[in-house]
Each structure stands twice: as structure tokens, then as C-alpha cells.
């Protein structure tokens, strides 16, 4: 589920984005969703093929003050073709004579920029609401003015256009991966006539070009960006570059914590119900594969090799944040808690409705949600009982120097120790095939220990891999925790699946030996029998 429904959650009084089924016929401000879609199918009927212009016959060329050329790092200036680098002379184009396309194409959304606002109930009235409540949270360090803003990931302007309606900011650089939210975000703007008086200018921006001047930007705000981030701290070292000194920049993302707890509590309604039913159930598929996501996301913090296939790749733990922020450089790095949701229930509303639950299950869950919460809420400090975050970062007016990096950072990374986690069960069945850059592993099967299981270590001739534990596996509970215990976390999404490769691993070798390890989240693992096997034919482990 994308981020901006996994952690904005039905709060009214604060104006998150929910989903829900159907939607308002008008909206509070008195435009009519079939006026809104009317403008989106224009946009969607011209989208295919981006009409580039030339800066002639544009009303007004870009402001390039802020940009330079990501390929030199050159000022850029306008030309009659358009931004034009001053160094290389590298010309960008200008989509639809207002979109400064610096991406090209190389990335986009996964997402349909046509049916968000719709299907997550984006409106202006729900925009105002949010831009209020982070405007209460930062009281008075929120400026007197935004000055020149920078908005990453604006997709179709649901925070933009209420901090532009009420004049927050002198100057806006609206930007996202994808150009078709960028045409949409621009249509609202102009509908709200923002752009006759806050000059803004847009532009194709995936974080992977270096295409902002040194302290070109008094802020720089982020909805729901930074957790789809291959490499969130990257990026935040080019901010701090690219912020002036005293600069902010806030952020609002999903909490790992609230996530994991909210997850722990509907696994014991889930195997509740198998209990009490053992029927295979469609409502209960649907929880049970995402309990599954969400262990796999929040079990796999940190291991960007494997996260940088996922759309949502980041959960924040606040203290963590912080402690990158001010080895980067920041003065100052806080979290306050978005949308608190003390038991989970407003934010299961609007996850039952994005996963598409019946009414009778949606209705059957929540009666049961705040028992089945309690205990895992109840462990959480009360700042971490929110489905999000907001981060406030301030850059220091002078530059000071950067704190070394720590041991404190690497205390998770402890050398793997093997200890006894029992009860232990495992069934994995491992086929060998030859591959011309070396040898592949298939791997099907489950791991159930009374702990949570993060890796299955796999290792041949020296090397490793490692392959997660996470997925759905409703017979392996039924058949070994009828009596409860193992936490349902564990037991319902014990299963592995897929393929390894072991470069340069000879593949002809008569027999080989296999190693194999069940690394846990504490960094402590248990360590499998060693086998020896024959590539081609199954290897066959159970306890």
C-alpha cells in the first residue's frame, strides 16, 4: 500500500487523505469532482506524447536562479529552445512549455496519476486541513514565511496548493518523478489561480540529478517521499548542500513502530479466527498477505539491496532519524508524532477499505482490534503511537563540523552468535541448477522459531546470500501453533521462496557443502545442520 495511505489515516478533524469507497460528489470548496475529472481526462488525452516547446512560445521562461546542470554543475539560462547549460550547453526540454524535464524519462511512478486523487479522496478542503495541522505542530518554528520553497514528490499538489493558497512561501520548485503528476498538480494550481501570485517553477526531479545550486532553498518540504527512496540519506546530505544556512525542511513519514505493533495485534485476530474457523476465508487472505508486507518491510530495515525493488522501501524510527540528520550536519532534528492513533483503529478503517475488506469483515476486525492492540501499543513509548511522523530539520547558520560516526550506529550489525531459540521447526527443500555466471538455488519452505526470523543464510564455497523470511504460510500455524505458542507474527509469514545465485560457484562439482543459518532480528542466529548435496538433485531439511 502506497505511504500516503499508510500513514495519513482517517483523522477528519486533520484533513488526511483517506480511501474510501466512493467518493463526495463536490467538494467543500464548490468544485464539482466532475468539473476536476473533466480537466484530468484533458491531461490524460495529451499525456502519451509530452508536447515539448521551445521557451518562445511559453508565457513565461522558467526561473532558473536555483538549478544549475546536473551534468556539469553549471549555471543554466534560457534560451529559445530552452534552459540551456552555460558550461556544456546541455539543453533541457520543457514539457508542455512549463515542466522542465531533468529525469528524462529514466524513472517514473508506479502509481496512477489519474485515479489518485480520487481513489486516496484528495480534495482542496482535505489539502488545507492537513497544511493546518503541520502548522500547529511546528508552532512557532514555523517562519515567517516559507522564502524560496522546495517541494520533492509534490505529485498532483495536495500539499502544494494550500501552502500556496495562503501565501506561506515567496517563491515555490514543485517536483516529482513523474510528469504526468506534475501536469495534474499544475492544473489544480492554476484552477486555485496560485500561480498569478506565488512564481513557481516545475520540474522532472527523481533525486538522482544534482540539479540545485549550493543554498538555493530557504525550505524544503516532503510528503510521503523519503520511505520510497532507494537512498533516503543521500538524498538528505544533497539537501543540506542545497538548503541556505538556517534553512528547514519537514518531512512526514510512516513510523516502523506503530506499523509493526498494528501488524503483531491483527496476526492474533487472524489466527483467532482460524481457530474459530479453519474455512479458508477471502477477507482473511487479504490481512494475512498484509501482515506478510509488513513483515517483510519492517523485519528488512536497512538492506537497500533487497528494499530497492519494494515501492515503499523505509520505516522511521525517530531517534535513528535524528542521529543521521546530525551526522549530516543539521542543527537540529525532531519528530513529533502526526496523527496519533493510540490503538490502531483510525488507521485500520482506512486499511480495510484500501485492501478491500467486506463490511461484515471490515465490522468483525475493528470489534476486535482494540483488545487484541492493547498489549503491543501499550509497550510503545506514546510519541510512537502514530502511523507517521513529522520530521523538522533546521540547517545551523554557520558551518560546523560534522560528528564522527559512532559505534552506536553499527551496535545492530553484532557479530551472529548461535543460541537456542526453541521450539524450532523448519521444512526447506533447496534445488541446484547450473547458470552461466555460476551456480542458482531454489529455495522453498518455511522457518518457525519463537523469535522473528530476518534472513535465511545460505552459504556454498565461501559465499553467502541471504534470502527473507516473510511470507504467508497459514499451514505451516495451523499445523504447529494451534496451542499458541509461537506469537502469530511469526507463524502466520514463516515462509521462503525463490532464487539465489552464487556467482563463480563451480556447478560441475560432483558434491558440494551447504551451510545455513537463521539469522533474527537481535543479530544473535541458529545455525542449521551442514549438508552436503549434488547439483541437480533436491536437498531435502526438516526438524
Known amino acids: 500500500m502506497h505511504g500516503l495511505m499508510k500513514c495519513f489515516q482517517p483523522v477528519e478533524s486533520a484533513g488526511f487523505f483517506v480511501d474510501r469507497p466512493g467518493n463526495p460528489k463536490e467538494t467543500r470548496t464548490g468544485v464539482s469532482q466532475a468539473a476536476q475529472g473533466n480537466a484530468m481526462a484533458t491531461i490524460r488525452r495529451n499525456s502519451h506524447q509530452p508536447p515539448v516547446l521551445t521557451a518562445a512560445q511559453c508565457r513565461e521562461p522558467p526561473r532558473l ?99 500556496l493558497a495562503d501565501n506561506a512561501a515567496q517563491e515555490a520548485v514543485l517536483t516529482d518523478v513523474s510528469r504526468d503528476m506534475l501536469r495534474i498538480c499544475k492544473a489544480h494550481l492554476d484552477r486555485l489561480g496560485v500561480g498569478a501570485r506565488v512564481p513557481m517553477t516545475l520540474a522532472t526531479y527523481s533525486t538522482n540529478e544534482r540539479c540545485f545550486r549550493d543554498a538555493s532553498f530557504d525550505s524544503c ?101 535524528a542521529a543521521t540528520a546530525q551526522r549530516i550536519g543539521f542543527a537540529s532534528a525532531e519528530a513529533f508524532p502526526l496523527a496519533p492513533d493510540p490503538a490502531g483503529s483510525r488507521m485500520a478503517v482506512g486499511l480495510f477499505g484500501e485492501l478491500g475488506l467486506s463490511p461484515e469483515g471490515t465490522a468483525a476486525v475493528l470489534e476486535q482490534l482494540p483488545r487484541h492492540t492493547k498489549p503491543y501499543f501499550k509497550a510503545l513509548p506514546a510519541a510512537d503511537r502514530t502511523p507517521s511522523y513529522l520530521f523538522w530539520l533546521r540547517k545551523p547558520l554557520r558551518r560546523a563540523a560534522r560528528p564522527r560516526k559512532t559505534g552506536a550506529a553499527t551496535q545492530a550489525a553484532r557479530p551472529a552468535a548461535v543460541v537456542n531459540v526453541l521450539p524450532a521447526h523448519w521444512f526447506l527443500e ?79 562439482a560432483e558434491e558440494l557443502p551447504i551451510g545455513m543459518r537463521l539469522v533474527l532480528t537481535n543479530g544473535f542466529a541458529l545455525d542449521l545442520p551442514v549438508q552436503r548435496f549434488r547439483p541437480g538433485q533436491p536437498l531435502f531439511l526438516k526438524l
Open 430 to 508: 533447496l534445488r541446484a541448477q547450473p547458470d552461466a555466471a555460476g551456480l542458482a538455488i531454489d529455495v522453498e519452505g518455511w522457518c518457525l522459531l519463537n523469535s522473528d526470523i530476518k534472513w535465511l543464510r545460505i552459504q556454498v564455497c565461501g559465499v553467502e546470500r541471504d534470502m527473507p523470511v516473510w511470507y504467508p504460510r497459514a499451514d505451516v500455524h495451523g499445523a504447529f501453533n494451534q496451542d499458541g505458542t509461537y506469537a502469530a507474527w511469526n507463524s502466520l509469514c514463516c515462509g521462503v521462496t525463490g532464487r539465489v545465485m552464487f556467482e563463480g560457484v563451480p556447478a560441475a
Open 65 to 163: 536562479a536555483p538549478f544549475q546542470c546536473p551534468s556539469c554543475l553549471s549555471r543554466l539560462e534560457n534560451s529559445p529552445t530552452g534552459p540551456r547549460c552555460t558550461g556544456c550547453g546541455t539543453r533541457y526540454a520543457l514539457i508542455d512549455g512549463s515542466i522542465i524535464d531533468f529525469v528524462g524519462g529514466r524513472f517514473d511512478t508506479k502509481l496512477d496519476p489519474h485515479q489518485y486523487d480520487s481513489g486516496h479522496g484528495i480534495n482542496d478542503r482535505r489539502s488545507a486541513a492537513e497544511y493546518r495541522h503541520i502548522r500547529r505542530l511546528a508552532g512557532e518554528r514555523w517562519p515567517a514565511s516559507l522564502g524560496r520553497m522546495l517541494e520533492i514528490g509534490c505529485g498532483t499538489g495536495a500539499f502544494s496548493r494550500a501552502v
Open 221 to 321: 518540504v516532503g510528503i510521503q517521499v523519503l520511505h520510497h527512496l532507494p537512498d533516503y540519506e543521500a538524498f538528505l546530505e544533497d539537501l543540506f548542500r542545497f538548503l541556505k544556512p538556517g534553512g528547514i525542511a519537514f518531512f512526514a513519514e510512516p513510523a516502523l513502530r506503530f506499523h509493526q505493533a498494528l501488524a503483531a495485534g491483527i496476526a492474533d485476530i487472524v489466527a483467532r479466527q482460524m481457530a474459530a474457523d479453519p474455512t479458508p476465508s477471502h477477507d482473511r487472505q487479504l490481512l494475512h498477505n498484509w501482515i506478510g508486507e509488513q513483515r517483510r518491510g519492517t523485519l528488512h530495515q536497512g538492506a537497500l539491496w533487497y528494499l530497492a525493488g519494494l515501492e515503499d522501501k523505509h520505516m522511521f524510527v525517530p531517534d535513528s532519524f
